[in-house]
């Protein structure tokens, strides 16, 4: 095609076939701080250092845009091509995701899922008409046994997820999640300690049992709290951490789970106000989990954030709100492209993200969205951009929903 103008900046490319990759456009670098879009090709100093890696966003470098665009003003770069991403339905995406959760081999199995989130469940019931018992801390016990086996054989935790059905089923699913994203998270950065990943995990599962408390209300309120009513919410940390205490669960970390997953790094979090390494390790683990899952839930009043937006998010507040050093390790598991994403590949084909890039954060495992006939007997195709060089991602195109566990709590 002839290129043409929008908005002032070059279109030098425009594809509008199945496996195309949308629209390129030419971004003088003085413009790049408002532009959005994919990085198309290497860009790279004389000597062949690469600035800017091809198929990453450039809204990932907000906070650093203006140390990139002196390095390339310096090796004498005047533009960047940046590709706008190809737009897939709901639908497309959604049958893409779904190959990956009927192969479900690394998945955390849905049974196990639901007998977690059912027993997060009763425990609240629990709590709420009388208190919490040692016979229910030492079912939590169990079931935080069962998923340490399940994270130290390394599961594709972001698949794992549960996706929220009904606004008061919120908390449990979310306790479930927040427990295995802090177990693998813990995992990862003490891939050698399993008697303290259990524990740290039982912390997490026990983290909001504290809300059982809080009136429904304000609980499961769709809209914003007024103060008062996030005094009230701000309790919950203490409740938890003092009803465990009274059943005799008196091991440090699962307390500090409890109690300090709402502590900042920067000191203004609650209820304590620690500050720094102040904060114990796991309950910094925590923090990032607990805000991860939050931001990639759908609620009733806002929409879910993608896996890749809520890192970035953690990230540009890391030394402030959260942990340095575990927001990172966030990254560096789940990738520039966190399991699943949606992405367009330099070759033109579609696929979803099932495996981060571990060290090389722009070059995961896609499982390949093929033409077959869509029978039961269809392999799945996967390939890693790790080992295929010539490869690699052309633009993000979205991504999907938390996993249907299909459960009903009152069954």
């Not at 845009?65 to 497309?92: A, C, F, G, W």
């Not at 699913?173 to 003490?190: E, P, Q």
Request: charged content about 25%; overall charge negative; hydrophobic content about 40%.
């Amino acid at each position: 095609m002839e290129n043409s103008v929008i908005n002032g900046t070059e279109v030098v490319e425009s594809t509008d076939s199945e496996n195309g990759n949308g629209l390129t456009i030419k971004v003088p670098i003085d413009m790049l701080c408002k532009s959005e879009g994919v990085v198309a090709h290497d860009i790279k100093t004389k000597k062949g250092a690469v600035i800017l890696p091809a198929g990453v966003d450039i809204s990932l470098f907000e906070t650093s845009m203006e140390t990139m665009v002196k390095k390339m003003r310096k090796e004498e770069i005047e533009h960047v091509y940046l590709n706008i991403p190809k737009q897939l339905s709901e639908s497309d995406i959604n049958s893409i995701i779904e190959k990956v959760y009927a192969d479900g081999s690394e998945l955390i199995s849905k049974e196990k899922a639901v007998d977690v989130i059912k027993g997060v469940g009763s425990m609240f019931h629990s709590i709420r008409e009388e208190d919490l018992s040692t016979e229910i801390t030492a079912s939590v016990s169990n079931m935080s046994a069962d998923l340490t086996e399940d994270l130290i054989r390394n599961p594709q935790v972001a698949f794992s997820l549960g996706k929220v059905q009904e606004a008061d089923e919120y908390t449990f699913v979310h306790s479930f999640n927040v427990a295995v994203l802090t177990g693998y998270l813990t995992n990862r950065l003490h891939p050698n300690d399993r008697d303290f990943l259990q524990r740290v995990i039982m912390g997490s599962l026990l983290h909001d049992m504290g809300k059982a408390k809080i009136p429904i209300e304000i609980l499961n309120k769709p809209g914003p709290l007024t103060r008062e009513e996030f005094d009230e919410m701000k309790k919950h940390p203490l409740l938890g951490a003092n009803m465990a205490l009274r059943t005799r669960v008196t091991d440090p970390a699962i307390i500090s789970v409890i109690a300090g997953h709402h502590e900042k790094w920067s000191g203004k979090g609650y209820p304590a106000g620690k500050k720094g390494i102040e904060i114990p390790e796991e309950a910094r683990i925590a923090a990032v989990a607990d805000v991860f899952d939050a931001l990639t839930a759908k609620r009733v009043y806002k929409s879910s954030m993608s896996s890749r937006n809520a890192i970035t998010t953690i990230l540009k507040d890391s030394g402030v709100h959260f942990d340095a050093k575990v927001a990172r390790e966030l990254l560096v598991s789940l990738g520039l492209y966190p399991p699943g994403s949606i992405v367009a590949l330099s070759d033109g084909r579609i696929g979803v993200v099932v495996s981060g890039g571990g060290k090389d954060l722009v070059r995961p495992v896609v499982l390949l969205k093929t033409k077959g006939s869509g029978t039961e007997g269809d392999m799945p195709e996967f390939l890693d951009l790790k080992t295929s060089r010539d490869i690699c991602v052309a633009q993000y195109i979205g991504h999907g929903e938390k996993r249907n566990l299909g459960y009903q709590l009152s069954a």
